[in-house]
């Protein structure tokens, strides 16, 4: 009777999951390349940026597009916490070595893991809002 009893016990541990599934979020989903926009503005001044950003692991292994007019490279990285939250910097240089930079403070990844809408400022602290698409 108690091998019996010990069995079932086993069984039983053995079918109940250890804890809840969810999909959740990871750094991983990150990896491959995005299309990135940056709208930053200050009074009745406006920046922006836009380009292709190829990510692994959060870090940006290759980018390239413009920063207002001129030709960009991105590099950088962003981190993607367990809920979808998301911070990071994109940084770039353009005409000649000058560097521009753009923090996200406040991000989210949707639940399709192929969009990213967030916050936060550029490299004269002026407010700015990015986006970024997953195209692979």
């Known amino acids: 009777m108690k091998r019996l009893f010990l069995t079932l016990a086993a ?10 599934a969810s999909a959740g979020f990871d750094t991983a989903d990150l990896d491959g390349n ?6 930053g503005y200050y ?34 990285g962003l981190n993607l916490a367990g809920d979808g939250s998301l911070t990071g910097q994109i940084s770039g ?15 989210r990844m949707n639940s399709r893991k192929d969009a990213i809408v967030g916050s936060g400022q550029n490299h004269l602290w002026w407010m700015c809002t990015f986006y970024l698409i997953k195209t692979n």
Request: overall charge negative; glycine content about 14%; aromatic content about 18%.
């Open 93 to 107: 240089t353009y005409a000649d070595g000058k560097s521009f930079s753009y923090q996200i403070l406040s991000g």
């Open 34 to 39: 995005w299309e990135f926009f940056a709208l």
């Open 43 to 76: 009074e009745v001044y406006t920046t922006y940026a836009f380009g292709s950003l190829t990510f692994d692991t959060g870090l940006i292994i290759q980018g390239s597009g413009q920063y207002h007019s001129s030709p960009a490279q991105y590099g950088g």
């Open 11 to 20: 069984v039983v541990l053995l079918l109940v999951p250890v804890g809840p």
